[in-house]
């Protein structure tokens, strides 16, 4: 059974996990209104991946013997200026993101929490790649500039980009990622 501060913590992470979707979600509506459907896709992905998180976490608390509070969810912004204004960020919202797991990691050590502490780390690795991601995708856009030709590349490129998680988890985590196999 997690502590009353880990519980906590757990669900505010639930929460940011939940907006990082609802962002992303929005961004990809936004892309897609521009005409640039591999934008539009990427962020279609990326939400994908953040709902998992959330679900990931959701279980992990129900697991425990605790109870998961969903909190409201901010309101993202919706639009943006270019896709470089985007990726730019998504790189600061991962990095908050990182914060976060950190602080939790952080927060499992103090109370001696090994299960959790351990669960968490599949996250700050996760945040590795996600931060990789978006600095190559900001890399790519600089070196674009304002070249439209490069930018429809880019989308083309980013476009192809494949969901590689579940995205039914109306049996849970376990069953979806055994069914995605």
Wanted: one cysteine or more; charged letters at 25%.
């Amino acid at each position: 059974m997690l502590s009353r501060k880990m519980e906590s913590a757990l669900n505010g992470q639930i929460n940011n996990e939940m907006y990082s979707a609802y962002l992303y979600m929005a961004m990809s509506s936004h892309a897609n209104d521009r005409g640039l459907k591999g934008f539009a896709a990427w962020f279609m992905v990326q939400y994908h991946e953040e709902m998992f998180h959330a679900m990931k976490l959701y279980e992990y608390v129900q697991r425990q013997g605790n109870s998961v509070k969903l909190e409201a969810i901010k309101q993202p912004p919706n639009t943006w200026k270019s896709p470089m204004e985007m990726f730019q960020q998504t790189l600061k919202h991962e990095q908050f993101i990182t914060s976060c797991f950190n602080e939790l990691t952080e927060l499992a050590i103090k109370e001696k929490d090994h299960a959790t502490q351990i669960f968490l780390q599949w996250y700050v690795t996760e945040q590795v790649e996600e931060e990789e991601n978006d600095n190559e995708i900001i890399g790519m856009l600089k070196v674009a500039g304002d070249n439209t030709h490069a930018l429809m590349m880019i989308d083309r490129d980013i476009g192809s980009r494949g969901t590689t998680v579940p995205t039914d988890y109306s049996r849970g985590i376990e069953a979806a990622l055994k069914a995605a196999q």
